[in-house]
Structure formats: C-alpha cells, structure tokens
C-alpha cells in the first residue's frame, strides 16, 4: 500500500485515484498519522458485499411474489417496566 502525505494527496489527486483503481488501496496520512485509506470501487464493493440493490435482494427472496403469504403480529402482552 503506498502512503500519501495529505497535502500530496490534494496536489496530485488523480494519480491517486489512479493508483487506488490500479494497485489498489491509498493509505493517506496527516502529520504522520494515518488518516485514511482510499479503496477503488471495486475493492470498496467486494469488501461490502454491495453486488446488488435492496430492490434486486428482495425479488430474489424465496418469498416474492406470493399473495398466500401471511404475516401475523404477535399479541402478546408487553413486558412490566418499573422506573
């Protein structure tokens, strides 16, 4: 991982972005304490596990699209709270 001094990282900022996209993440530091660290998309992604939108992650629910399915509030009474 290569290590960026702040005020290097602001001037030269697209090599940078660069070298996150290819050699991967940009440790940035300030006063010679890390900071930060920039990760391309990608990396960014495959560490999130962000492959696919709320919407793509519910239709692929073993459940969607069933007009059968029903979900019933539990009537239980609430727990006793003494303040």
Do not use: C
Not at 22 to 34: A, K, L, N, V
């Amino acid at each position: 991982m290569h290590t960026w001094q702040i005020q290097e990282a602001k001037a030269r900022l697209s090599t940078v972005l660069r070298s996150a996209e290819q050699d991967g993440p940009q440790e940035i530091t300030h006063h010679g304490r890390s900071v930060a660290v920039l990760l391309s998309r990608a990396d960014y992604d495959r560490l999130t596990g962000n492959r696919q939108s709320l919407v793509e992650f519910m239709r692929s629910s073993p459940l969607y699209d069933q007009d059968d399915l029903v979900i019933e509030r539990d009537v239980s009474l609430t727990r006793e709270l003494e303040l």
